[in-house]
Structures are given as structure tokens and as C-alpha cells.
């Protein structure tokens, strides 16, 4: 189970909000690359980068802080956060991005998304799953979709993809724990599908929990900010 600490960007700081409201936002470092590097030094290897600018405005915007920490980590980073074009995910890429969340985009305009998936491959594209009573939420979550999240994943099955990042929004920066059981119902229906797990982690206990659902990863925000799970726990965790 990878383990991905997660920094989301507002303003070109590190932040973290409350179930998706942009009205509660808390910054915790105006520094960005300290934080991404002080995962490194810690020993571990992925970061889960958010654009909540972009996520909000449709297109990629915080471009300074996404490409100084790719450029001067070699954390495996994947990014999520307004990405609507092809020339963003071929520039994502082309700074050494690892891996591209797609969710708005994918929910309102699948034919391009199938289109990028067969030309970048599955292990490039992971599909974003932002959930509200098993409905899938976009633009940053201030946009409720009309889609299942059952036909979601069951769209983009047949279409080949591997990954997909699935955040339970009702607990996320909640530091309530995790909605297992949704994450359990997604590996029965779909076994073949590499959940990443996203929202409300508040332990360590959280994590050993949710190994047990067999989820490929686990992104872990504000219970790492709060000083609920320390870096070294992270480190030696598998």
C-alpha cells in the first residue's frame, strides 16, 4: 500500500480545507517545496500535489510550485487540479509529473479522457473520484455531478484504466477516520481497479485498517499537519 502524503496549494501556499470549503482554509506553509522536502527527508516516496486554484478555475494555475517541486525532489509525484487540455498534461509530464488526476474533465467530457488514456497508457492517468452520497462531485467539489459513482468506474473499466483516486468528501480534513466501507464496496464490485484511498485519515490506526480493504495507496493530509501521524510512523509503516 503506498503511502502518499498530500499538499494542497492555494495562493502558492501549502493549505489544507475542511470538507472541500474553500471558506475554511488553513494555511500551514507558505513554503511548499519545504514541505514536499521535508516528505523526502523522511524517507518517503510519493506525494499527492493538488492545485485547489486550478481545481477551482479549470485549468492548472499554481505552474511555479507544481514544477519546483518536481524539479527538485524525486518524490513520485501525481497531481490533480483543473487540468482540462492536453498541452497542461503534456507540460505536467514534461516537468516530471508521474501521474495526472483527471476528474471533472473525465466526468463531463469522457471521450477525450478515453482519447489520453489510450495515448499516454494506464499508468500515467488515474481517474478522480470525488464522492458525496455515492455521487461523484466536480470543479473542486463546488459542483454537484449526476453520475453514480458505480457508472463512473464502470465507464472507464471497459476503457482500460488502472488507477483511481477515490476521496469520501463527507470525511475529508474531518480526522474522523476513513470510509471503509466504501472503499471495501468498490473492490468488490471492481477487483481489477487500483484504488488509491483519499479522506480522513487521523491515525495510524487508519491506515492499518484500511490495508485490510487491499487499497493500492492512502493519501494522508491534515492528520500529518495536525500532528496526528508523525513522518517517522509513515516511514516505517510497511
Partial sequence: MRIIPAIDIIDGKCVRLTQGDYGQKKVYNENPLEVAKSFEDAGLKY??????????????TNWKVVEAISQ??????????????????????DIGIRQVNLGSIAVKNPAVVRQWIETYGTEKIILSADVKNEMVAISGWQEDATITLNDFLAGYLVRGISYVTCTDISTDGMLTGPNVNLYRKIRNSFPSIKIIASGGVSGIEDLHELKTTDV??????????????????LKAFN
Fill in 47 to 60: 506525494l499527492h500535489l493538488v492545485d485547489l486554484d486550478g481545481a477551482k478555475a479549470g485549468k492548472v
Fill in 72 to 93: 527538485n525532489t524525486a518524490l513520485a509525484v501525481d497531481f490533480g487540479g483543473g487540468v482540462k487540455t492536453e498541452t497542461e498534461l503534456k507540460k505536467l509530464f
Fill in 216 to 233: 493500492a495507496g492512502v493519501i494522508i493530509g491534515k492528520a500529518i499537519y495536525e500532528g496526528r501521524i508523525t513522518l517517522a510512523e
